[in-house]
């Protein structure tokens, strides 16, 4: 199964950066790859059954210390 995810994701990247570097689109070049490389980490460590926060851990992290100052405030 990983080998296809990465023979697919490579396979898939070839054929837009041809095209990409045929217009010369380098910023959609980095865009791109670096957005391909995020996407095939996460699907490689959900494969492996790693445990992967949520995004609403990250949203309660960031919001946390807001919601206690405003809490604070109001009361």
Not at 15 to 24: D, G, T, V
Not at 27 to 52: H, M, N
């Amino acid at each position: 199964m990983l080998y296809v995810i990465l023979v697919t994701s490579i396979l898939t990247s070839l054929y837009e950066f041809k095209k990409f570097k045929e217009k010369q689109y380098v910023r959609e070049i980095v865009f791109s790859s670096i957005l391909l490389i995020i996407g095939v980490i996460l699907i490689i460590l959900r494969i492996v059954s790693i445990k992967l926060p949520t995004p609403l851990t990250g949203i309660q992290i960031l919001f946390q210390p807001i919601s206690r100052l405003l809490t604070e405030m109001l009361s």
